[in-house]
């Protein structure tokens, strides 16, 4: 048993969420990807692979928290990305 099936057992929790269990429950939802470069990209999060590139739609760019464009969809290389967050408020607020 690892140290974090043994902390989720201790906590009453039969199952561990790893990062990809993550990442597969937010197919669909509304993300923000910080770039390495310090560019957030908010929109749908469309899909993801293994490398983590990533697909969006309805993307919006913000650079210093500033929106600088708007795309349809947009694809992000995974060596760029920084992290993704799900985004818990609108985009108009500046998550």
Do not use: H, W
Not at 60 to 84: C, H, T
Request: proline fraction near 2%.
């Amino acid at each position: 048993m690892s140290g974090a099936e043994a902390v989720a057992r201790e906590k009453g929790s039969s199952t561990t969420k790893t990062p990809s269990d993550f990442l597969k429950s937010i197919r669909g939802r509304p993300v923000v990807v910080k770039l390495n470069s310090g560019v957030d990209y908010r929109g749908i999060l469309a899909c993801l692979d293994g490398y983590m590139n990533i697909a969006m739609e309805q993307t919006e760019e913000y650079v210093n928290g500033q929106l600088k464009n708007k795309y349809g969809d947009a694809f992000i290389r995974g060596n760029n990305v920084l992290y993704i967050s799900t985004s818990k408020s609108t985009l108009a607020e500046g998550a």
